[in-house]
């Protein structure tokens, strides 16, 4: 079992920059693909971005390629999520996620709300 627990999210004007970080514990010794999803009101949960188990490969939705950056630092079991240029399309609870299956994530955390402002 691996639990997640992502960092406080936040209030930010349209254009600002927010960074979500993820600290993973249990059998960290195993390294999970990891990612992050999200779910804006109204809306189904969406793929964000993903990170390889050493972090040498990445891959993006659309719609925030060039906008946001995920990376891992596995000496201290975290992922984290660098959000620039944010819109209000943005807003969303987002979710650290780990483990892909062919049924969705195998590992979800609890989620934090973003919120960007027009």
């Known amino acids: 079992q691996v639990q997640l627990v992502e960092s406080e999210g936040g209030l930010v004007q349209a254009g600002g920059s927010l960074r979500l970080s993820c600290t993973a514990s249990?059998?960290?010794?195993?390294?999970?693909?990891m990612g992050w999803c999200r779910q804006a009101p109204g809306k189904e949960r969406e793929f964000v971005a993903r990170i390889s188990g050493a972090g040498g490969s990445t891959y993006y939705t659309d719609s925030v390629k060039g906008r946001f950056t995920i990376s891992r630092d596995n000496a201290k079991n975290t992922v984290s999520l660098q959000m620039n240029s944010l819109k209000p399309e943005d807003t969303a609870v987002y979710y650290c996620v780990a483990d892909p299956s062919s049924s969705g994530w195998n590992y979800w955390g609890q989620g934090t709300q973003v919120t960007v402002s027009s």
């Open positions: 249990g059998r960290t010794s195993r390294r999970y693909i």
